[in-house]
């Protein structure tokens, strides 16, 4: 593997806080997730939602 796939690797593994829009209540989340607009699981609520941008 080479460092160029290395470094690509840790960006898609940080974490941004996001905010439920169902529970108010906030918890990590990929920050690959919130840039592809995919849906994030609460994990307190247990809701599916879409973090805006």
């Known amino acids: ?3 160029l796939n290395r470094f690509l690797e840790s960006l898609g593994r940080r974490e941004v806080s996001a905010q439920c829009p169902v529970c ?3 918890c990590p989340q990929s920050s690959h997730k919130q840039s592809h607009s995919q849906a994030m699981l609460c994990p307190h609520c ?3 939602f879409v973090m805006e941008k």
Do not use: A
């Open 24 to 26: 108010k209540k906030f």
């Open 1 to 3: 593997m080479s460092w």
């Open 46 to 48: 247990k809701s599916l």
